[in-house]
């Protein structure tokens, strides 16, 4: 959609998709208080399962919290238990010493999901969670059991060679997690889950170039290795010097364009309702406004991402997603 624009040009048609109107006030939704870490899972009782998934998300996943408001009381107990789900496999890879023992945590997690299906749970909150919203949610085990592989697969490395590698691990992690917030919501058509496909995979590279700093603090290259090459970016040289590594800032914005682009592809699969998301749909495809509200933040700093203005939250970011909400748009 870029090709043959010079880099100002495609900064303008990014800025250009996503204004941004300064609210004199926010809304209650932008009250977050800090999430209880006094509460572990060999801790709990039955009662106080989905209370623990709630903290876990408020703690690990700001964004998604804020984006809970969005669904009707009756299933955000059943959202919190998904994001549970898909954020605490999402960190194993940080929270174990060696790839052994994050294959034996993944396996657990595998065990759970087929636990679930056989309906004996194991005793852990998230799972015991999900358990109680297995029946009325109708959540395809299939779907777990391909986000469970893929981060496994990720205790590997995060490295990929190609675009192509790192948008089919995209697809099998955060598109497949909407896919089952689609199934909570009981919507199925083959409308949605194709922007819900091109959502996922600008939410994934948009937490990569995110997270990035990080990334190279720990000697890992999450940009692929097809994309460093193109614009002469050596490593070692990220992991060492940070922004002024040459080429790096060109790599960014290349798959900041990417990631762009998908956000973009998901927007246009609702064109012949005038851009309109169906409002049963909205609560998934609110997802896309922290994504798009990063990309919009990261090329204000031309595209350096290690900015330190990135690693702070966005004070407008609680209205945009409540008044996404009554637009219909993302």
């Known amino acids: 959609m870029y090709r043959g624009l010079s880099r100002s040009q495609k900064c303008i048609r990014i800025t250009n998709r ?3 109107l300064s609210p004199k006030r926010l809304p209650n939704l932008s009250n977050i208080r800090p999430a209880s870490t006094s509460t572990t899972p060999t801790q709990l009782g039955a009662d106080e399962n989905h209370t623990y998934c709630k903290d876990f998300v408020q703690k690990h996943d700001y964004e998604a919290y804020l984006v809970s408001q969005l669904y009707p009381a009756g299933k955000r107990k059943g959202y919190f238990a998904i994001k549970a789900f898909y ?3 999402a960190i194993v890879q940080d929270n174990v010493s060696n790839s052994i023992i994050g294959e034996m945590r993944m396996q657990f997690w ?3 999901v087929r636990a679930l299906a056989d309906g004996r749970p194991p ?3 998230i799972v015991l969670a999900l ?8 959540l395809p085990p299939y779907h777990m059991r391909r986000i469970v592989d893929a981060r496994t697969e990720e205790l590997k490395g995060l490295s990929h060679l190609t675009i192509d590698s790192l948008t089919a691990h995209a697809e099998s992690t955060a598109s497949t997690h909407y896919y089952l917030l689609l199934s ?5 058509s083959e409308t949605l889950s194709h922007a819900a496909s091109h959502l996922g995979i600008a939410h994934c590279i948009s937490t990569l170039l995110r997270a990035l700093p990080y990334h190279t603090s720990k000697g890992r290259m999450v940009i692929p290795t097809e994309i460093t090459a193109r614009h002469g970016v050596v490593q070692e040289d990220v992991f060492r010097k940070g922004p002024a590594a040459k080429g790096i800032d060109d790599a960014v914005f290349e798959l900041a364009t990417i990631a762009n682009d998908h956000l973009v592809t998901a927007r246009e699969t609702f064109r012949d309702d005038a851009g309109k998301v169906p409002r049963v749909a909205m609560p998934v495809f609110g997802a896309g406004v922290p994504v798009a509200s990063f990309l919009e933040r990261l090329e204000a700093v031309n595209f350096n991402a290690f900015h330190p203005s ?3 939250r966005s004070w407008k970011l609680p209205w945009r997603v409540w008044r996404s909400y009554y637009k219909r748009t993302f």
């Open 87 to 89: 954020d605490e496999l």
């Open 18 to 20: 996503h204004s941004i």
């Open 131 to 138: 358990h109680d919203i297995w029946q009325s949610a109708n």
């Open 123 to 125: 005793h852990h909150p």
């Open 184 to 188: 909570l919501l009981g919507l199925s």
């Open 110 to 112: 595998r065990d759970a």
């Open 310 to 312: 990135l690693q702070l």
